[in-house]
């Protein structure tokens, strides 16, 4: 009896420590086919830091590159490598006094606030007084942004006037963040009218897309001289939007006066995008109302902020449930159109536009030939960073 007894003591360990080390290599396994694994440890392998990846010669405190941060630091639950690449950006940036290098508040440049998102993350994870001053900078940029005659954020002192899609994503879920977790529910009006005056200046009647921006003066080359609007729906331009909805709701008030137009606001331009999906690949073109015109092409980052919009959105109530097989099909198709293999063995997210602006100098006039000429990047920031939110979204 004793000599079966102490077989049973030494065979259940053998048995329970070989379930479990099969359990974790199962586990590894499913995190290294993990399409956000995946994308995430490209960057990193291409390079050992964000400050100049994608061979960027010169350090830029950019929300592009923060953004990406961003989404790779929501894999530090697998390993801390992942939320170690996001800080080291961030600190080369911000000393320890909480001052913020290669920024200027006075160019009063929306896109600078989007980093602000990462600072908030590593003050509740560090404590770490130097970030909250750094917030607090941005904020004091945005309580004195200049603005329209209806409120709105300029996008950029040097684009007087002019609302653009991209700024909303800039800095509302940022201000909706800040409003939460320090206690400042003033801001949740503010982020709150920029989504609505925007849409509404910026909306086209017919088709229900949205212009990439919006002149209130009408003064630009770039704008029609009655509405104001600019000439053509850019994808990425209603991507940064889109994401700006789901990500704001996450923080908005349950009982805030705008939370049921917001989403509606969701709803309302999400249907006018599957209007204009191209029919073969479910994906989106550069010039979303185009797909027919020459030049034209299915472009990458924003079928990628789409799909991360629409997954966020259906499962969190915003959106309809077909939202949800809608994101999983084209998630599946930017794999098989838009992914390649890479001589390093990580794979190429190709097809991103590598930017489009209006105005400014050489100046930018915003017509057809304008955006689908514009340079395309393999895996720039704006389109592997909503990638990997969408993949992580799915559970890809």
């Not at 590894?28 to 010669?57: C, F, G």
Request: net charge negative; aromatic share 14%; hydrophobic share 35%.
């Amino acid at each position: 009896m004793r000599y079966f007894t102490t077989c049973i003591c030494i065979v259940l360990p053998i048995i329970f420590f070989t379930k479990c080390n099969s359990d974790r290599k199962t586990s590894e396994t499913d995190q290294d086919s993990m399409w956000s694994v995946k994308l995430a440890d490209a960057v990193i392998s291409r390079s050992d830091s964000l400050i100049h990846y994608n061979n960027t010669p010169d350090a830029r405190w950019e929300y592009d590159f923060a953004y990406l941060g961003l989404a790779i630091d929501k894999l530090g639950n697998i390993n801390s490598k992942y939320s170690e690449y996001m800080q080291a950006y961030i600190d080369f940036f911000v000393d320890e006094e909480g001052n913020i290098s290669h920024y200027d508040i006075n160019e009063y440049n929306l896109d600078r606030v989007n980093p602000g998102k990462n600072l908030i993350i590593l003050y509740k994870r560090t404590g770490n007084i130097k970030y909250k001053i750094a917030i607090e900078t941005l904020v004091r940029q945005v309580e004195s942004q200049p603005k329209n005659n209806l409120d709105g954020f300029w996008h950029k002192q040097v684009y007087p006037n002019q609302m653009w899609l991209d700024g909303i994503f800039m800095a509302s879920p940022f201000l909706a963040q800040y409003a939460k977790e320090f206690n400042k529910p003033e801001w949740f009006d503010v982020v709150t009218h920029q989504i609505k005056l925007i849409y509404e200046k910026t909306r086209d009647t017919e088709t229900g897309l949205l212009y990439h921006a919006w002149d209130e003066s009408k003064e630009q080359q770039w704008c029609n001289k009655e509405t104001g609007q600019s000439k053509h729906f850019w994808s990425r331009a209603t991507g940064w939007y889109l994401m700006a909805l789901v990500d704001v709701l996450d923080f908005l008030p349950e009982n805030h006066p705008d939370r049921a137009q917001i989403i509606q606001i969701l709803n309302d331009v999400s249907e006018a995008l599957l209007k204009v999906e191209d029919k073969k690949t479910g994906l989106w073109y550069q010039v979303l109302d185009m797909g027919d015109s020459e030049g034209n092409y299915i472009e990458g980052s924003g079928s990628a902020m789409f799909i991360y919009a629409f997954a966020k959105g259906a499962k969190n109530g915003y959106l309809d449930a077909k939202y949800l097989a809608i994101a999983e099909s084209c998630f599946n198709s930017i794999i098989d159109t838009l992914i390649i293999n890479g001589p390093d063995g990580f794979p190429v997210f190709t097809n991103i536009c590598g930017g489009c602006g209006l105005g400014g100098n050489p100046y930018r006039n915003g017509d057809y030939d304008y955006y689908i000429n514009e340079t395309r990047i393999d895996n720039d920031p704006k389109g592997v960073a909503p990638f990997i939110m969408a993949a992580l979204e799915l559970q890809k």
